[in-house]
């Protein structure tokens, strides 16, 4: 039995309408598969769930995660019913009726187990699952969700698990581009990817795909693509860096407005502190990312500058100020008007100059960069917010991408 996974968005579900279109783009694939459809909640819904539970203050719980969910089952429900409608015998299933298990953590969690057999027995009696994405259930029996954007982790997870076929991500535009479309017209449409260069530029903003999907597909070895629902267009297929034949030295341009900078001022220059700040943020599950340390004009003290997470703002700053006689610093600042902005491509672990020239070009643009930070694949700067589109562009422009 092949079994095809196909995943859509929230764009794609976003109204009756369209959920009867994707009915017709599931019957049309039926024909010699099985399959699961893994669906989003309607666009914009879970933002909306997301503001009622921000007035609650209901944070990382049992409860935000129940609310944050619930936009699924409705997608999967309507769903199921259209393609009934059209002679396609569905099934609508939630994470908990697989299940799909995961850890304790509310609104990040991540997937430890699912039960593939109890899915394979469903196809005696159906020729498609349609599965909330999105959602999983804890050891506690309580409802989880696997971060902002997981839906995609749920179509990869599905898929590996059952070995399936192929995995389709079907979203709003037709691929993964040289660099988010919808702020640069000219970007284009890469045919294939490697799992490190989509990996890196998931994780520095390009929100196309959920970045624990794309691990997850590499860690399986699984052929993802990533295609439009409203052409038929091929999209991007992202595959193992062995099979693409040639290695682009700039494949990409990704942008993120969720920083936040913190600068800890005028803290003693002795080892031990760098741990100390570091490890207060691992206690609290703070992610931390680019890094940059100088000492200070005294030349005893020193300063220390890292980037986190938007919604994490609020979190450092009070556990930071909660630390300050163990810290003595003098001063700390957060700022919220960041963005950080990356160029991406396998080519670059070979060819020199490549920095130089993101930096000569923002320096064109009397753009400052504020921190800075590489991988093999990836060059990222912080920038000041405002510039974020004009670095976007140019740096597009001037990769030839
Ligand atoms: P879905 O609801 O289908 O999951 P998302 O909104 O999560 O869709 O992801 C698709 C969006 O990702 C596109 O509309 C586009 O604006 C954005 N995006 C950012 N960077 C890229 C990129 N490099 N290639 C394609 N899309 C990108
Ligand atoms: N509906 C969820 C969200 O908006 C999951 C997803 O779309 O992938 O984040
Ligand atoms: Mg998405």
């Known amino acids: 039995m092949n079994i095809v996974v196909m995943k859509f968005g929230g764009t794609s579900v976003a109204g009756t309408e369209k959920i009867n279109n994707i009915a017709k783009i599931v019957k049309s694939e039926f024909k010699n598969n099985r399959l699961i459809v893994v669906l989003s909640a309607m666009a914009g819904e879970t933002n909306k769930l997301q503001s009622y539970l921000d ?31 059209i002679g396609v015998r569905s099934l609508p299933l939630l994470g908990w009726q697989v299940p799909i298990l995961t850890d304790e953590n509310y609104e990040k969690a991540k997937i430890l187990q699912i039960d593939k057999k109890r899915i394979k027995e469903y196809f005696a009696d159906y020729d498609v699952i349609v599965l909330a994405g999105f959602q999983g259930v804890n050891l506690s029996g309580r409802i989880t969700s696997l971060g902002r ?31 988010d479309p919808n702020i640069e017209p000219n970007a284009k449409k890469i045919p294939k990817l490697s799992y490190e260069e989509m990996l890196e530029m998931a994780s520095t903003g390009a929100k196309v795909l959920h970045t624990r999907s794309v691990e997850l597909a590499m860690k399986n070895n699984l052929t993802l693509q990533v295609l439009s629902s409203l052409t038929k267009k091929n999209g991007t297929f992202i595959i193992d860096e062995k099979e693409l034949i040639e290695k682009e030295i700039v494949s990409g341009v990704s942008y993120s407005r969720n920083e936040a900078k913190v600068t800890i001022s005028g ?36 300063n220390i500058t890292f980037t986190i997470n938007q919604k994490d703002h609020d979190l450092t700053k009070s556990v930071i100020e909660k630390s300050k006689s163990t810290l003595n610093y003098k001063s700390l600042l957060l700022d919220k008007k960041v963005a950080k902005v990356s160029v991406i491509g396998m080519g670059m672990m070979s060819q020199a100059g490549v920095a130089e020239k993101m930096f000569k070009t923002l320096a064109k643009n009397v753009i400052n960069i504020l921190a800075i930070s590489t991988s093999e694949i990836k060059i990222s700067v912080l920038i000041d917010e ?12 001037v990769y030839n991408l």
Do not use: W
């Open 149 to 179: 954007g997981g839906s995609d982790t749920t179509a990869v997870a599905i898929a590996s698990a059952i070995d399936a076929e192929r995995c389709d991500i079907y979203t709003d535009v037709d691929g993964v581009f040289t660099t």
């Open 267 to 302: 803290i003693p220059d002795k080892p031990g502190i760098s741990a100390k700040i570091f490890g207060l943020m691992t206690e609290n599950n703070i992610n931390v990312d680019m890094i940059v340390q100088n000492i200070s004009q005294d030349g005893v003290s020193a």
């Open 386 to 397: 405002k510039h974020t589109n004009i670095a976007v562009k140019s740096l597009h422009e």
């Open 55 to 85: 007035e609650f203050k209901a944070q990382n719980s049992i409860e935000s995660d129940l609310v944050l969910t619930s936009g699924e089952q409705v997608t999967i429900g309507l769903l199921s019913a259209a393609l009934n409608n």
